[in-house]
């Protein structure tokens, strides 16, 4: 049975709900949709390797998580329920100076496998040993969009190691030739960036033609220090700096005024909201997100690490982002279900220059099966509601990227190994850093 | 297999972590926690009825969901993204005025069906003809505080008819002589009972010696309705009336002063935080979480019904609110995880007057597995962290309410019947709806 997963092969997806109709879907070699409708399954029984009952699933894109830092799932529960800087001072950066490279493997697997059960199939991903999240990702069958996290703390001599890096990983991820594995910039953060590696990461990702990942406006002391520091906001800063692209996604954005939205919107930038992590950690402001969709920018959604949500899960994120929105803007109809769910799905495929995130002939199958048959999708009175506010990913049954099943009936090939290996280099993790 | 569930009989439960120990229970015959501890297994091997493999679960007291309308499963994304009284006038209402006491059966049976999948094994319920749902939690094995929904929107005659139809469900209740299902008092809230309807309330269950259960300062517009017409916040209000007491859930308290979470706090009041709701809904206020606990009340959670959350995931609840109040009240370190936890267990235990909520050698055995070998759950650096804030209640594998097994190893019994009745049920009610 093993041999139906992580390869390439024709597919007809039998009886599964798209847009409110019971249709079948055929899958080309390629990993290509091939054909949506009713009766695809007869036209295409003789040409299938492969026949899945749908069992009158829910077919959706696969999901986009914008915003990551994959391998920290080994860090996930190590620390909760403090002050940002104490979390980070004494929890987070002391565990982080004694990560190896098979712990970055490790945890990047990890991620991957709850992504594919939770019905991910493409993240944007910034830390550091990034080779080995490529190493991950390759195996795993997922797509994402890897960063080396450039941080140098206004220091030259820094600054001129991680160009370096950034180029390395740029330079890695070309040849490996995969087309599911591209490569970003990712300047940190206004406040651990120098100006000069923000323009420098700029021009590089210009002229690379590759996107850049970045934090903006995660917290109003970023905004006050950036204002008493440089005369401006954030957004403008980087404006200056050249960051802001249709290639850029920053995350969080919580405290963005209306004018820097209307920036962001003119940059053609996607703002990815991470509402469980800003709200874990009281940020105490909720992204403009009908601010940022007015302005005509890309609003996209993104978990952030595991050591800040705790997990990947992007159906709890898209019920998290719709809630927040409506009660700290307080508006009921903030954020409904189908824009919740766009977010996480053809906006985040946009982000990342996919083309994916929509089910039509022609497009990536990129595609994942909800159950119907459990309470959470129980009664169906509107599928776009049920996936946001009462199912979470552990509804998803299946899970397609590129063509290639990744999960089929909640089996995914190789699990037990995953999490075993992921929980003794977590272990052993802790077990360093106690040490020294 | 389907003879061991729903029944009395003694258990051996192996290889299960409580408390961060490896531990085997014994659950006697009569449904109580015989004995927790190493070597449990080899102690009760001979006279144990059934041996259950634990395979490393966390095992822990079965949750207790504060505050519910369970047949509301049945209108679950029915409308959504709505300004509240568009949504109560246009949607809720219309649909609630063609329920049968068919649909109240099988939106409990739903729901019961959904809280066991997520580990819950008691409730809190509001709504009305409740012999159904007495019909429904008999039946599904789990326990239940059943009111009517004592609306009396001021008129005197209207006031009989509730008085009648709460005593009638109390001798119901009462006359079932089942020790799961126990009744309580309803009235609805402030703004649709009146003065004399809740004092009539007040002194019926002082003298049945049952719970009060009633909606309290759920949004601004109640308080300030309340002011202007009685002259005092709804809290002192609802004192006068003697409403006030340690047999009293109020659900929301969304907009509670200081002095208000005092009164609570001396009167032993139960307020059950509900905050998915609360968010959904745009209350834009979080209970005061830290001044009720300053002030002795017995702070619990609840879901609220699905027309408004939409699950009854009560993992999901206690992330939610652990969030919310850090968000809110602009604080990371507010609510960590274990008093989260112990506010969805022993806290919930303890406001419905029930000696389970715990794992203790003499309590009730009502306990719930929950997996180690998933993703969420892995690495385990901190069991209450991962349960609070990675986990959902999918992780839940195994429910055991009153010694009898519930669901074992993900499988309830009739559980598919169940999701069809419902799903059924449902669609009818929306065609009588639309018909009309």
Redesign the interface.
Known sequence: MDDIFNRQQSIVIADVQVDGRTVDIFVTEDGIIGAIGEGVRNDHRGDADLIIDGNGAVALPGLVNTHTHAAM??????A?????QD?LSQKIWPLEAHLTKGDIYWGTK?AC??MI?TGTVAFNDMYFMMEEACRAVDEAGIRATLSYGFIDLFSAEKREAECRATENLVRHIRSLNNPRITAAVGPHAIYTVSPDGLKWCAEYAAEEKIGIHIHLSETEKEVTDCVAQHGKRPAPYLDDCGILTPRTIAAHCCWLDEAECTLLGKRGVSPSHNP?S???????RAMPYHWLAAAGANPCLGTDG?AS???L?MF?EAK?A???Q??F?????????PEALTMASKNGAKALGLSTGRLCIGAPADLILVST????N?????TA??LV????G?AVETTICNGAILMLEREIPGE?EI?AQ??EA??DL?KRAQAA
């Open positions: 799932s080994l860090l996930r529960g190590y909760d329920d403090m002050i940002l979390w990890l496998l709850e059960r469980s800003n709200m874990k950690l009281a940020t105490n595991c949500n705790n997990n899960d709890e998290t719709a809630l927040l409506k009660f803007w307080n508006n009921p109809t903030l954020l409904p279900a048959n459990v309470p959470c129980t009664p169906l009175h509107n509601s049920n506010y009462s199912c979470s552990s037990a999490l992921a929980a977590a272990r802790v």
